[in-house]
């Protein structure tokens, strides 16, 4: 369960989004293995090299290391990897059926393979497979090393737009960059989150990888909170509900994912969206070579108007808190999404319950600040007041719980006492630190403990 | 207005000493509406007490004092120092805020509140022209834009003296991180005497928060082009301002609490007439 315990500099206020409906590249998504049998020599050698060169790289990868396998492997087109992971997929998908047959009927199978019969032996061979491996067709530790692979070039290469080894990009992973509401760019995110779904996604999976595949899950999609990185997480945890629809954890992220998508700060930007693709004012009926899409086709790309979003967040938390009553944070978030809807004495009801179980000063002070809000809500000045004092009492400079004592007060000098103090500091100051500031991101905070209790789950479990 | 909510402290320094507790005065007292006058967009001078019509919640007032006399400013200057505030638009701000400074009388105050995420009250009231130059330098674009905040801690700075209170916020973008919602403190600025000028940039996705807190204090709101015309309107704010009336009445035959809606007046004139709409009177 996600603990937030908080601490640190205000966040660069940078996030991204996706850009709507950009074409698939020229080389598909997902080469199947018919294709692979039908190359032209000259392609067909370059492929089986690109096999290979990435067979190499995921047993050669050390992991949190930005070493030369990520940084090769980040440098190619994304044509040549998809091309790469639908051949694993295509030979995994051999492995388990010749094991299959063998145990049904003792007969030996053989691929098509680079125009000739490869048997099973070579094709484990060729993908670092072990003869146990071999025998069982289990891909598995060869798919979680794959995993940490891409994983690593996401976050160690990719996250990098300066280096000059990436890519250019065929635009199929288009994010909008945007910082304090204003859109100030746009940018490949590059195929590396997506590659690492679809391997995870092999029907040759057994089901003992489910555990490592969800731990995955949750430490990226926490990564990409952390990193404001919406453009990554949308799919992302679409793609992990889909293949762990209960589990409380990624239901919870949607949520606040839902949540955060509704915020001011994502609002505004999309809201900027249409006067920013307008030209001439002519509606495009195709996209142009710049990646642009006709306003009317799409105006808000992947984000809908924040109500939406708040009412599916509310959705997603009470099936997290139905599967683990215990997720406070969980019932702080859904307590603050109900304020969202104007539900206060609901949200009111979940602030208090969580109030008493938050574990760390951070969440206390999410539970006590939003409580303050609702109860002024509700014309409870005074229950605000102790609510707010509270939230103060644990950052005593934060500004949020001081600007809501200072709008209940009635009388000037009431309403400039609790503020004149702490905001006369600095706001580079590190007592001046809110919590608040880092709501939108909290549920990333623990983004670097996930990660490395993942990495090092597959150096034990997945070993080289 | 202000003499209303002056006295209010009075009963609660009396009654009880922590600053939130909630005794006030029930005295009827004066109320102080600030009042700019327009013909054809050239300010009305020369305007009496008799000239002027005043109902609140509809019925007339006798109105005691017009001044037109150049009564001490209490001016807040509220600056934009998000991520967007920087480089060039930086200094333009700085330039313009300096030359606000500059233009002020000895017995004027001034204070400093800058935003980004986080809002700072960098320089509080003070004489000290200095001070405020200071704490303009230092200011630094980053961050994200908590409008809506720092407006709420501009209108509760509790200015000296009984001068008359003007706002000044500049803002490039729209508020993206405020705690406290537009409505909180529009509420506020329901509750203070203070006139609230707005200068935000033209084009830019709006929220009518702005347009909102001017409305409801009689002030304006004026968008720009381009930071360049920061100091021109820093100063035509000031300008106008100071040409207001100062209407003063004791409110007679209304209920003593809650909103008051004003109607402000010329008599026999066509002219335009900016006031706040109302206020709210403390119990």
Known sequence: MPLSVFHGIPPAALCLFLLPLVQPGPAGAGASSASVAGHPQAAKSAQARALDDWVGAVWRHEPRLADAPVREIAAWPEADLSAVVGEVSALAEFLARAQTRFARSGQLSTFNYRRRPWAVPEIAKLLGLSDAEAVQADVSRLVMRAVLLHTDAAILVDSHPDDARRPAGSGMHGALLVQDGQHIGSVDRGPHWHLARRLLALPALPASSDDLARRWYIAAAAYMHSQSLIADVQPHLSSGLTRFPGDPDLLFRRGAMLETMAAPHVQRAVDGFPAMWRLDGTPRSSIDSGGRVEVTKVARPGIADARTHVVEAEKHFRRALKAAPDLVEGRIRLGRVLALLGRHEEAAVELERALPAAHGPALEYYAALLLGGVHSRLGRVDEAREAYRRAAALYPRAQSPRLGLSSLAAGREAASSPLVEALAFPEDHPSRYDPWWDYYTGTGIEAEALLAAWRQAVVEEAPR | ?283
């Open chain 2, 1 to 283: 207005m202000r003499a209303i909510a002056s006295l209010a402290f009075a009963g609660l320094a009396i009654a009880a000493p922590t600053a939130d507790a909630q005794v006030f005065s029930s005295r009827v007292e004066a109320v102080r509406v600030d009042v700019l006058v327009t013909e054809r967009g050239q300010v009305v001078r020369g305007l009496g007490a008799g000239d002027f019509e005043l109902l609140d919640n509809g019925l007339p007032q006798h109105i005691d004092i017009v001044t037109f006399e150049r009564l001490p400013l209490n001016v807040v200057l509220v600056l934009d120092m998000s991520g967007s505030v920087a480089g060039e638009r930086l200094a333009h701000l700085r330039t313009a805020g300096m030359a606000l400074l500059e233009q002020l009388a000895p017995d004027d105050e001034a204070a400093l509140v800058t935003f980004s995420h986080a809002v700072t009250i960098a320089a509080p009231f003070a004489r000290d022209r200095a001070a405020l130059r200071q704490a303009l330098h230092r200011a630094e674009g980053f961050g994200r834009t908590a409008l809506v905040d720092a407006s709420q801690v501009a209108l509760a700075l509790d200015a000296p003296g009984a001068g008359r209170s003007l706002v000044i916020v500049f803002s490039d973008g729209v508020d993206t991180a405020s705690w406290l919602a537009p409505d909180q403190v529009l509420g506020t600025a329901r509750r203070t005497d203070a006139v609230v000028y707005g200068v935000t940039m033209r084009g830019r996705s709006k929220a009518p928060f702005v347009a909102d807190l001017t409305a409801a204090t009689g002030g304006a709101l004026i968008e720009i082009e381009t930071t360049r015309d920061l100091h021109a309107t820093f100063l035509r704010i000031l300008d106008e301002f100071r040409q207001r009336y100062v209407v003063s009445y004791t409110p007679r035959g209304v209920a003593g609490a809650g909103w008051h809606r004003l109607d402000v007046r010329v008599k026999g004139r066509r002219s335009t007439v900016r006031a706040r709409p109302g206020y709210v009177a403390a119990p």
